[in-house]
């Protein structure tokens, strides 16, 4: 097992998959992904399909129809996967969470691996979130 | 020859296992020049074989209503085409005498099978994208298949030999003009052969998602992305055989660091022109190589017959 997850850490390919966000997230998402931090350094890249993936980043307020989107998705993936919710939306329903459209919170739906709060988290943040989950996935 | 032999020839040295890594090196050094150009750091000298390692543990999703039978095996028909075709070039580098009248012609059908095998897999895995993505690989393949023999047939009535090991003993292709203007052709058909930017258009990341891959996951993906390694290996030095004289292995060491300069020089031209160019429409790319490529590259073979 631990060959495994030294190998899914060392080289975490990364899919988007926005519920409904207001796309601040989004942007700081692929800010991180520019060369200015160079996320390829530690084997991280973004792929277009979610068969592809090992780490799903979830952004916005998932509404009751996207909710039904997000799961299929999931479950299209590969496993072992690792998602991530970034943004206040994402962990809680942020502003959204009153709102006559909003399910209770994504996490119920799908198993979360890490939140990253923020309204958008910085890219430190995300690289920050992101070694952390690393270092919990080696500790088991 | 002793059958043996034979299967470690095609198994492990020059065929599957050594083309793999020196593949996998070989898509280091194109991901290192890449971030340099874009003044990046790059990934780790290792990162390829992490990359393959972490697919070869991920689950295998099979789509729903996918021939299941093609999709899961299309990714071994390419794999296995690459490592034959990468083993016959190698064995005429080698000064072991095991080589053919006419292994060009095979090798050229060889290296041909990679992409007939993306082509069955993305028909396979009953996908919109995928099979678009398989549709553009297939006019792809129509496009630059035509010059590509044609520049292969340079070098051949030059030497009057369809037989590699000739072409490497004859004075290299492109030390004569028809020669230098096959290589620029064959350069442009193995950059779409290799479906790097700007011929990528089978798997455009952003209007397909991946494309012709789309639905594969975990090891048949590794295989692909194998093949892919295994193919800029094996490319750029069937280049170097038939047109600049190949790795000679019996004139000393200064004649292998020689080839093998070569070889890197050529892959960093792929590099470079994968990262200065943009992707180009697939009907323009069939309208650029049935067209002027293929003008150019019969100039090539006339200058060639008039002995030049």
Redesign the interface.
């Known amino acids: 097992m631990s ?2 997850v030294n ?2 850490t ?2 975490l390919w990364v899919f988007h998959l926005a519920g409904s966000p207001c796309n601040n997230c989004d942007i700081e998402i692929l800010d991180t992904l520019t ?1 200015k931090y ?1 996320l ?2 530690f ?1 991280i890249l973004l ?3 979610v ?2 993936a ?1 780490l799903i980043l979830l952004s916005g307020a998932f509404n009751k129809k996207a909710v039904i989107r997000a799961k299929r998705v999931y479950d ?1 993936a ?3 996967i690792v998602v991530v919710a970034i943004g206040g939306c994402a962990c809680t329903g942020g502003i959204f969470r009153d709102g006559y459209n909003f399910d209770p919170p994504i996490g119920k739906y799908i198993p979360i691996n890490a939140y990253l709060p923020g309204c958008p988290p910085k890219p430190e943040a995300m690289i920050l979130a992101i070694v952390k989950l690393i270092e919990k996935l080696k500790a088991g | 020859m002793d059958l043996a032999y034979l299967i470690l020839q095609v198994v492990v040295f020059p065929g599957l296992l050594f083309t793999a890594v020196v593949g996998l090196i070989t898509s280091w050094i194109d991901r290192k020049v890449t971030a340099r150009v874009q003044m990046r750091v790059g990934p780790p000298f290792l990162q390829p074989f992490y990359d393959v390692l972490k697919l070869m543990i991920k689950e295998t999703c099979v789509p729903a209503g996918a021939s299941r039978g093609l999709f899961l095996s299309a990714p071994l028909f390419g794999m296995a085409g690459a490592a034959l075709a990468s083993m016959l070039i190698w064995r005429a580098f080698l000064p072991l005498g095991q080589t053919f009248s006419g292994d060009i012609i095979v090798i050229l059908y060889l290296l041909t099978i990679p992409a007939v095998s993306v082509i069955l897999g993305s028909f396979a895995s009953r996908n919109p994208l995928a099979s678009l993505g398989g549709s553009r690989e297939m006019k792809l393949l129509l496009a630059y298949e035509l010059p590509f023999v044609l520049a292969m047939l340079v070098p051949v009535i030059q030497t009057h030999s369809i037989r590699l090991s000739s072409l490497l003993a004859a004075e290299p292709a492109v030390y004569a003009p028809s020669g230098i203007i096959a290589l620029v052709v064959a350069i442009l058909c193995m950059q779409a052969k290799l479906t790097l930017v700007p011929f990528d258009a089978p798997e455009a990341e952003t209007e397909l998602a991946g494309g012709a891959y789309i639905e594969y996951s975990g090891p048949p993906l590794a295989m692909f992305k194998l093949t892919r390694a295994m193919m800029l290996f094996t490319m750029p030095m069937f280049l170097i055989a038939v047109f600049c004289g190949g790795i000679v292995f019996s004139e000393g060491w200064l004649a292998v660091v020689c080839g093998i300069l070569k070889y890197v020089g050529l892959v960093v031209v792929i590099v470079l022109i994968r990262n200065t160019a943009p992707r180009i429409r697939i009907d323009h790319a069939v309208k650029f190589f049935w067209g002027p490529v293929t003008v150019f590259v019969l100039v090539a073979v006339i200058l060639a017959f008039m002995g030049w």
Do not use: F, N, Y
């Open positions: 060959l495994a190998a899914l060392k080289s060369p160079d390829e350094r084997g792929v277009g399909s068969r592809h090992d299209q590969p496993k072992p």
